[in-house]
């Protein structure tokens, strides 16, 4: 009888421990974000932070440093508590990083999606979301354009840009302004030229040439067209042009302090120039001169999530369900429109109060061909980046040659792809 009772007391402890097995609660997990937008850190930290008081999952942001991010995340994705949450910049992005992207073809934030123009695709996998849309030009101040006697709709060609920026140079002291801000080559800014303009010959010789994806070599058809336009910033700027890598050149301020007519930017920077009032604010393509006629702005996106598929299944659900809240809840489709100013591509997303975005829309509604993103396509971006920067100070400054631009423009993209494919 003892002997009975005891194997019943060991039977009912071990249901014990299963039923206390059953009945453990799953883990929730953690979302790690590494940032790639500097400007919008403020907005992410509060948005997490809002996330987990009201669910409790503990989502972190690390916003890495201007130019840093491919670096960064190299540093960080092997580590025990790595992203969960990062940016894969584009195909290009994608072959670095695709071991590491978790399928998303089944996630709720892929279902979002408007378009699937819109996703990161190989293979039949859905490898990122992108969740943003913009365009960059020239962001002009129609109030200081009237004051030099020309209107918005005068300029509709890289002759005819030329034309008013050399005439507001000549008459500098007396209109008291410049026409472009600085053309700063400092980490904060070097960017918006070594990449964003720099996809003005790109675009044109991939259209030419046929060039779908990534190539092995390019060559630099229309880099006579890059030097006009860079010329053309560089003497008609707000600062000596010798000056370029300065850590203390400000565009954002010389422009909203009336120092210069037109500075070349994109729809994410709409709350730092809105000061100086919609009604002021103008947006025009950045035309070099190759086919000016029924331009339109440079649209498109290098930035799409990439959910980490090395993280626990605990922090992967997490980080899902984090997505799925910022795209659909009321809470995270309001950051993104009001606080980040994205134009997001998701079912759920509101319109947003910028009117960057907007003009960037009546183009396309226009008719105007879009300059597309073919700097998404560079190889070792970070590197090649930063060869054309310092090719482009030292041309600038009058210490180097404009033959060196084009030597790490050509010969920087081929050295770059075979460095990229060991």
């Not at 500097?38 to 669910?55: F, G, M, S, V």
């Not at 800014?189 to 390019?218: C, T, V």
Request: net charge negative; hydrophobic share 35%; charged share 25%.
């Amino acid at each position: 009888m003892r002997k009975l009772l005891s194997i019943m007391l060991v039977l009912v402890a071990i249901a014990t421990v299963f039923v206390g097995c059953g009945e453990k609660k799953e883990e929730k997990g953690s979302v790690y974000y590494l940032n790639f937008k500097p400007e919008q850190d403020a907005a992410w930290q509060e948005l997490a932070k809002e996330y987990t008081e009201k669910t409790g999952v503990v989502v972190k942001v690390v916003t890495a440093a201007e130019g840093t991010y491919e670096q960064t995340l190299t540093a960080e994705i092997d580590k025990d508590a790595a992203p969960t949450l990062f940016q894969v910049n584009g195909e290009v992005g994608l072959e670095s990083w695709k071991d590491y992207c978790l399928d998303l073809k089944d996630t709720e934030v892929y279902k979002q999606l408007t378009s699937d123009d819109f996703a990161l695709k190989k293979d039949d996998a859905v490898y990122g979301v992108a969740y943003v849309y913009e365009g960059y030009g020239l962001i002009t101040n129609k109030k200081l354009l009237k004051q030099a006697g020309y209107e918005v709709e005068d300029i509709n060609s890289y002759e005819k840009l030329k034309e008013v920026a050399e005439s507001i140079t000549a008459r500098k002291d007396e209109l008291g302004f410049s026409a472009f801000t600085s053309s700063g080559l400092a980490s904060s800014s070097s960017w918006r030229f070594s990449g964003h303009l720099a996809n003005m010959p790109l675009f044109y010789e991939f259209e030419q040439d046929n060039i779908k994806g990534q190539p092995a070599s390019i060559k630099g058809t229309y880099l006579d067209n890059f030097k006009n336009i860079w010329d053309l910033y560089i003497n008609n700027s707000t600062i000596d042009k010798k000056t370029l890598t300065n850590e203390q050149n400000d565009a954002v301020s010389e422009f909203t302090s009336g120092k210069a007519v037109f500075y070349q930017n994109g729809t994410w920077e709409y709350d730092n120039i809105k000061s100086i009032g919609d009604e002021n604010i103008a947006y025009l393509p950045i035309y070099i001169g190759v086919r000016d006629e029924k331009q339109g702005l440079s649209c498109g996106t290098e930035n799409y999530w990439a959910v980490n598929n090395t993280a626990s299944k605990a922090d992967i659900n997490a980080t899902l369900e984090f997505l799925k809240w910022v795209v659909t809840s009321e809470e995270g489709t309001e950051a993104l429109a009001e606080d980040m100013g994205f134009v997001a591509p998701f079912k759920s997303a509101k319109k947003v109060d910028n009117v960057l975005a907007n003009i960037m829309n009546e183009y396309v509604s226009e008719g105007r061909y879009n300059v597309s993103w073919a700097f998404n396509y560079t190889p070792n971006v970070d590197t090649w980046r930063q060869n054309l920067v310092d090719a482009l100070a030292d041309y600038s400054a009058g210490t180097g040659e404009w033959s060196a631009v084009k030597k790490a423009f050509v010969d920087g993209w081929a050295e770059q792809y075979t460095a990229s494919k060991q």
